[in-house]
């Protein structure tokens, strides 16, 4: 037997190795590892001294040392610029003033075409558009007032706050308001556009950020009529007579349209498109040869109309906004008028009385995704009328206050199947919400 650490000969049974003293164990011997025993040489002797700041690691303190600085030159830099902005706005109080004032612009033509044309686009002023009380000598008369604030205002003229473009062949005028650059604020301009009645024009005009007003005279003809505003209101007013030959379009992105009239004629399309705001149409005697349209993305649209003209096509739009309708005694230009009404979040609000006769057959559509439908009706006897309706989730109520009939999910005049013309259809139809449709036939 041997070892087999050390190679050592054992004697039988032995337990421990005689020469490495390696622990044999069932045979085996378990590994013996010797330990060497090092001694280090004595310590060299060190004077003894203060402890000094290199006993401790520099990083931390050179790191807080950096943010102070940082800290410092941060806070001395806002001070500055505070100090600066202060001094700024001192300088600016002391020197602070406005100026106001008119610039006019006029256009002329010996012989005017059987159509005039203006064109203006306007930057952060209201617009006025009016026609002459009396006999004027230009075709065109602009004003332009102006009261503006701001610092150093008696070194500035309107040519260093506003940048103008007047055409005078064309009739074209636009208008930049320059106030970053000078340090300046608008107080109040107005634009006013002084038409000469003797002649018929075609508008299209542009704002930004301003209002517009405009009361059309008696007997006033339009060729082409453009009306756009990016922030601000367009208020039209049409007195009798007014006629507009070719397409009507007014277009505002923030703000509202409300065009109101007597005996007024669209002899083309009336549309009315809104972003946010509300469309409102209010008239008597007004006649709509083409189709009328209005769309509005957030807000309503409201129209009332007493003995008018409805043409074959009439389509109504609010995504976030209610549809309210007022209809006394329509009259249609012509055997078939097709009506849409389409609301995403709001409801369609429909009043009707139809005392008249009539030789037209109406077809509407109404739908609402989250809200209701309510619908009053007054017929002349000689008139039919039908509703059929359906909900996802909600109720359908018919109220007959005489001459109504209701079938299932259909409501409708006793009369109606026996009618061939003369009628109106209606489809109804709801995601959650109500249906209220109130009919008397009389």
Known sequence: MWCPICGKELEQNARFCPECGAKIIGGAPTPYIKTKHI????PTPVSPKQPSQSNYSPRPAR???????????????????????????IIMAANWGSIEGYNYYYYDNPTPASVESVNFDIEVSDVILQYNDSQTDHLVEIEYHYRVSGGFMDEKTFEDIYTVTWDNNTVTFTSDFQWFTNWVFNDRSIVTITLRSDVIWAIDGALTTGSLDFIIPEN????????????????????????????????????????????????????????TGDINLYGDSLQFKGDIFADISTGSVDIFLS??????????????????????????????????????????????HQLDPMATNVTANFHATTGDIDIEMTLDSSIAAQFSSSITTGDIDYYNHGGFQELASVFQTVGYTDASYSKYQFTLSVTTGSIDVSGLSA
């Open 39 to 42: 001694t280090s040489p004595a």
């Open 307 to 352: 003995n008018s003209e409805i043409g074959e096509n009439m389509e109504l739009y609010s995504t976030t906004g209610d549809i309210d309708l007022q209809f006394i005694n329509p009259t249609f230009n012509s055997d078939i008028s097709n009506w849409i009404g389409d609301v995403s979040t709001g409801s369609i609000t429909l009043i009707l």
């Open 220 to 275: 006033t003809v339009f060729d082409n009529f453009t009306l756009e505003a990016t922030t601000g209101d367009i208020d039209l007013t049409l007195l009798n007579g007014t006629v507009f030959q070719q397409d009507f379009d007014v277009v505002v992105t923030t703000g509202s349209i409300t065009i109101s009239g007597n005996e007024a004629e669209f002899q083309q399309d009336f549309n009315l498109i809104g972003t």
């Open 63 to 89: 790191h807080y040392r950096r943010r102070r600085r940082g800290l410092t030159v941060g806070l001395f830099i806002g001070i500055l610029l505070l100090a600066g902005g202060g001094v700024f706005g």
